[in-house]
Each structure stands twice: as C-alpha cells, then as structure tokens.
C-alpha cells in the first residue's frame, strides 16, 4: 500500500514515518520545505513537496492511503489552526476521494467538540469541523484521538476506548505506532477512538476496538 503521510516533518510524523519505513507498506513523506528531505532520505522514504494551505492533488495522486498527521502547532495563531486543522484537513479529503485513495487515517484529539470552551477551544472546534467532515466521505477512514502528547517511550501497551472525551496523556511513539497499525486493521474503518497510555498490550486494545 503506498500512504502518503501528510505533516511527516513533525514530532509525531517523523515517528510514525520510521516505523512505515520498517514495514510492508511504501510511505512518502508530504514535506513543505526541500530543506526537510535529508530526514526521510537517510530513511529511504520518498518525499513529496505539498501544503495544506494549497492544492495538493499531485501528492495524492496515485496513494492508496493518507495519513493526516499535520497540525499547525502550538505557536501558531488561530486563523492558522483553521487553515490546517480544519480546511487543511478537509481538502485532503477532497483529494483522496478525487485520487481513489480509500484508506484515510485522521490524527485528531481528544475532546474535540465544535460547542468547545476549553483553553484550547479554537484547536479543538476546528478538529470536530474536520472530524464531522470525514465522516460525511465514503472513505475508509479512522479518527485516532489522542490526549496530551509527552515524549515518553512506547511501552507497547495503550488505553483504547470508543470513549473520545476525558483525560489522560499520550506517548507520541505509541500513538505512531497505534496509527502505522491501523493501516492493516479492518476493524477500525469508519470507526474513531482515543488512545491514552495505558496497560493493555497494543494488538489486544485494537482488536478490541
């Protein structure tokens, strides 16, 4: 399966990308910066030019899946969270479905709720707005919510709930290694769910799912 992964450069794009790398699948990493290619050539992965702010058809096309793992970060104004979070996210979608790549996986987050009054409300209406928008596609898609993102290492264990509100943390090596996984996981199409740290072995939570 060929994934583009959207938002590759980032903490939790980086990740996710070694372990595609290391696997049956064929990964390209959508980077916005030409400078950014040493990172994924030293990986052997394939890298695109492409940003959400724009048209990106040409790094869709021909993909069998997407991975959206963008974000627009924590220094960022408002208006950008929209512009990548929300519209971003959706005119991936849009060019997935018009590129006939089924597979779809949406890094989201916990809590998201388009009502929201949290102190991050603008970050998580504009993740509800994508959400609700990917559930509308015929695409087989999975929303993976996780909490507050650490770097702690991968324990090989998680806390996976259809349960999408609450608290609780999140290692960005477990939630890669949740959303490379995904990937062979039927039972999770057309299904959302969080991903907290937690006990149980991995391949058991997601079956579970």
């Known amino acids: 399966m060929k994934v ?3 938002g590759a450069n980032g903490n939790t794009g980086q990740r996710l990308l070694r372990r595609l790398a290391a696997g049956p699948h ?6 916005r910066d ?3 290619r040493g990172l994924f050539d030293d990986m052997g992965v394939p890298t695109v030019l492409g940003d959400v702010e724009y048209p990106i058809d040409h790094a869709v096309r021909g993909c069998d899946a997407v ?3 963008a974000g627009s970060g924590s220094k960022t104004g408002k208006d950008k969270t929209v512009l990548v979070d929300h519209i971003g996210a959706i005119r991936s979608m849009v060019a997935a479905q018009e590129s006939g790549a089924q597979r779809y996986i949406m890094l989201s987050s916990i ?3 388009i009502n929201s009054t949290s102190t991050i409300a603008h970050y998580h209406k504009a993740k509800a707005h994508a959400d609700y928008h990917l559930r509308q596609t015929d695409l087989d898609y999975t929303i993976v919510c996780p909490g507050g993102l650490t770097d702690e290492p991968d324990p090989g264990t998680a806390d996976l709930s259809a349960r999408l509100t609450g608290r609780g943390m999140t290692s960005r090596e477990t939630l890669a290694e949740v959303m490379a996984r995904c ?4 039972n999770t199409i057309r299904k959302a769910f ?4 937690g006990d149980v072995p991995l391949a058991e939570a997601l079956a579970g799912l």
């Open 4 to 6: 583009l992964v959207i």
């Open 26 to 31: 064929d990964p390209v990493a959508m980077i």
């Open 34 to 36: 030409a400078g950014q």
């Open 67 to 69: 991975i959206f793992a």
């Open 111 to 113: 809590n998201a709720d």
């Open 183 to 186: 990937l062979d996981a039927d």
């Open 194 to 197: 969080s991903v907290l740290d």
